[in-house]
């Protein structure tokens, strides 16, 4: 009986998960982004999460914040997860250095085989102006807008992505 009563304290205790925190020091966006998104915080308080589960996701975690800051332009993050397990409350550190945000001047857009929509002449087939006005990724402000500003480098980041060009 007492060796019952122990092993259901030993599932209530693995039932609650493990216990860690996570600290992340990147910039205020940044920060945010991976706040909402890593899977170090995501899973946190999760009842299958023990000390293994966590040590494979401190070893994944500069990879999946390298897939992160991406979506915001930064392509040459510097990227540190240490975790801490002799301190009371085990502890996760993250440290992102971006670097620069890659930023876009243009974007060239090619169109090839592509059937004109039912009902548009064969000379509006590829109407990339059309295309480009429509698109929802529109240019940041440059130095010619009317306040004479330039864009700081994570408005820009936000506002400008790099073109790929799908293999021919």
């Known amino acids: 009986m007492a060796s019952l009563a122990l092993m259901a304290g030993m599932v209530t205790a693995h ?8 600290r992340i020091d990147a910039p205020g966006s940044l920060a ?22 966590l040590q494979r996701m401190v070893r994944a ?10 979506t ?3 392509y040459s993050p510097v990227i540190s997860a240490t ?9 996760v550190r993250v440290t992102v250095q971006p670097g620069e945000p890659t930023l876009v001047a243009g974007v060239e857009l090619e169109l090839l085989g592509f059937d004109a929509p039912p009902g548009q002449p064969a000379a509006q087939q590829f ?8 698109w ?3 240019q940041p402000p440059s130095s010619s807008s009317p306040t ?7 408005s820009c980041a936000r506002w400008c992505r790099p073109a790929t060009r799908a293999p021919s």
């Open 136 to 138: 929802a990724l529109k």
């Open 15 to 22: 039932a609650a998960g493990l216990n860690y925190e996570v």
């Open 32 to 53: 945010k982004l991976l706040e909402q998104n890593l899977d170090l915080l995501r899973f946190r308080g999760n009842a299958r999460i023990d000390r293994e589960q």
């Open 61 to 70: 975690a500069p990879e999946q914040v390298k897939t992160l800051v991406a």
């Open 127 to 134: 109407d990339t102006t059309a295309l480009k006005n429509s």
């Open 148 to 154: 004479g500003s330039r864009p700081s480098a994570t």
């Open 83 to 91: 975790y801490d397990r002799d301190a009371a409350t085990p502890t």
């Open 72 to 74: 915001d332009g930064y």
